[in-house]
């Protein structure tokens, strides 16, 4: 894998997923989601031509998402390593700051979008509500490492 996960594609990523080695693991998995997620609803707001303030909220939040993950696997480097378990901590109470925002994002903008695209955001709340659950979970069990 290289330094960051974004250099690989897609399909890279999803074997190094399911490949018998510790990471890429749940909170990276769970960051490229949200990205992928709030990626839609930027998507909306271009098309659509509304709320610059929103998308510029939500293309910060996606290179914060994007940095996740690849900390993330750093994070499981370094305890791996040296059983350092600070990034294990740290890591992904980040994520879910990132991915709460992304939602608050998404609740804003969806009164604002009607017609078949409003799927979208919608599509985006779910995939990032999916992340948030992932990511409380491996927050529970990073509190036994």
């Not at 890429?24 to 709320?51: D, E, Y």
């Not at 600070?86 to 890591?91: A, D, P, S, W, Y």
Request: hydrophobic share 55%.
């Amino acid at each position: 894998m290289n330094d960051s996960l974004w250099q690989e594609t897609l399909g890279t990523f999803q074997e190094s997923v399911g490949a018998p080695q510790p990471m890429p693991a749940g909170v990276a998995t769970a960051a490229v989601s949200a990205a992928l997620g709030l990626s839609l609803l930027v998507k909306v707001l271009r098309i659509r031509g509304i709320r610059p303030d929103l998308l510029r909220s939500a293309q910060e939040l996606i290179e914060e998402l994007r940095a996740v993950a690849d900390a993330d696997i750093a994070a499981i480097r370094a305890f791996l390593q040296h059983r350092d378990t600070k990034g294990l901590n740290e890591v992904p109470v980040r994520a879910q700051h990132a991915v709460a925002q992304a939602l608050a994002l998404c609740v804003e903008a969806e009164p604002e979008v009607n017609g078949l695209i409003a799927a979208d955001v919608r599509a985006a709340a779910a995939l990032l509500d999916g992340a948030a659950n992932a990511i409380a979970a491996c927050i529970a069990a990073n509190k036994t490492a």
